[in-house]
């Protein structure tokens, strides 16, 4: 099943702060985030575990809930540079290999 | 080191044709996912190939096929396409097995509209 994002699309002044949400129903191995700007390929940015591992960007942080199969992405002090669509990609417990589910994406905006 | 390279990046079929969508892994990566994007339904999984196998299928109909090769670059196929199967088709190419560090590097994609 789809996790669920929020919000769907959100516009900040650069030098805000922004929260991305993604919530699944499944029980979770992991949580990949990516950006994506427009009419080019998803990038990597961070990937959280079960039981607090995290490994990725040095500039943004992110937040992972086990018990409520949440995880958060924190943007602060944002950036021209940070506009596009986020998406998060999840892994369940049971098998799946390289597989990710991803959730429908929150469009960021920044503007000056 | 050489990112994900996907050919073509445009295409325009006609309904009822088939396509074929390739896509090199990064040196080394041994596991190619496909995915389709489009507005309303954002990125679907449709298959993950691994050594040459098969790993995992999404739900997509038996008209969506995929292999590997031996040096890890993948293809995917798409017979007697329809309006629908336009969208933007991403290869993700990752190390190995699935492991908890493993991240997955997308590729430009194929745009694909069927007219």
């Known amino acids: 099943q789809q996790p669920v994002q929020s919000p769907q699309a959100v516009i900040l002044r650069e030098g805000e702060d922004a929260v991305i949400n993604c919530s699944s129903s499944?029980?979770?191995?992991?949580v990949h985030w990516y950006r994506q700007k427009h009419g080019e390929a998803p990038i990597f940015l961070m990937i959280?575990?079960?039981?607090?591992e995290q490994k990725g960007h040095d500039k943004i942080s992110a937040s992972f809930n086990e018990k409520k199969q949440q995880s958060s992405l924190y943007l602060t002090a944002s950036q021209l540079s940070y506009s596009g669509t986020y998406f998060c990609g999840t892994r369940g417990v049971t098998g799946g290999g390289n597989k990710l589910t991803f959730g429908t994406g929150t469009q960021l905006k920044v503007e000056l | 080191k050489a990112g994900v390279t996907q050919t073509p990046r445009y295409l325009i079929k006609t309904r009822g044709q088939q396509v074929t969508l390739s896509c090199s892994p990064i040196s080394g990566h041994r596991s190619v996912s496909w995915y389709q994007q489009t507005p309303g339904q954002g990125l679907q999984f449709l298959f993950e190939y691994f050594s040459e196998t098969q790993r995992n299928k999404g739900n997509f109909p038996g008209r969506f096929s995929g292999r590997q090769f031996s040096n890890s670059r993948s293809e995917m196929n798409v017979s007697t396409l329809e309006l629908g199967d336009s969208a933007l088709y991403l290869c993700?190419?990752?190390?190995?097995?699935?492991?908890?560090?493993?991240?997955?590097?997308f590729g430009q994609g194929t745009r694909l509209t069927v007219v």
């Open positions: 959280l575990l079960k039981g607090g």
């Open positions: 499944k029980a979770l191995y992991s």
């Open positions: 993700a190419s990752s190390l190995g097995t699935g492991g908890p560090y493993t991240e997955a590097f």
